[in-house]
């Protein structure tokens, strides 16, 4: 079982829809995993049908038992984040800008802070319409821990895929290179780097790479609208030869992008020409390029 995970540096190059158009395409021999979970929208292509769905659970916040505090504001004296304050003559905490660090806890002379587990977020797996299965997941808003949820999805979509014998696991990475990006390149095989033709693109794609590279992890990369900015995209090139990426294809800007998106559907599905054929020979080359590592 292979591990494929595509990113960004920056948002909005169409790296979701380049994940899902290569889930359409590897169908039952997927499974997929949807790592973007601060701004998840993989669903909205996929069509998932959710078979199992669990709460997840991660970080503490401190829970004051109002019942029983003296009021004597030790608590909030020591709170560096402002999390604790007196509301209608008790003391309470705010979760949202509580960071779980206990040090409340370890001042209240009377012991009635408490520090609870929180709720942050919902995993679900899922079937798709590629007749394959995918692990999803929501974070709930204000929540922190991504990272951790991230390592979830990547965990039960590697069981499954294990478990029913599938060839690859192909992970929708957040864009940038936080905490939840580097969640999901642990482990990965293959990195496909989407990018486009900006000065932002560029910049952001170099930012990236060095990510990746730090990992050891071989690349691709794909540049999206290329036909925009022909200067910009020599000069990817050019990067992409000196760092030894494997340039997998080139995608003109066509609107059917967006279309597709509007209905529902991957570019693969709208569009049966020229851009289906550049995904098609693009994840035929990572699968043939997987295959020769592994030799």
Known sequence: ???????SGKGG??????????AMLGGKDIVVADCDVDAADMHLLMKPNVKTEEDFYSGNAAVIDRAKCLNCGKCASVCRFDAINLIEYLYSVSALNCEGCGYCARV????VIS????NVGKLYISATKADNMMVHARLLSGADNSGKLVARVKKEAKQIAQETGKGFVIVDGSPGIGCPVISSLSGADFVVLVTEPTVSGLHDLKRVYELVNRFQIS???IINKADINQDVVNHIEIYLRENNIVHLTD???DES??????IGQTIVEYDHDKLADLLTVSWNKIKQILSKEQQ
């Open 1 to 7: 079982m292979k591990e494929i995970v595509v990113i």
């Open 13 to 22: 190059t169409g790296k979701t829809s380049i994940t899902a158009s290569f």
């Open 108 to 111: 209240c002379p009377v012991k």
């Open 115 to 118: 520090m609870v587990e929180q």
């Open 219 to 221: 690349a691709g990369c």
């Open 251 to 253: 995608l003109p800007y």
């Open 257 to 262: 992008f967006t279309s597709a998106m509007t």
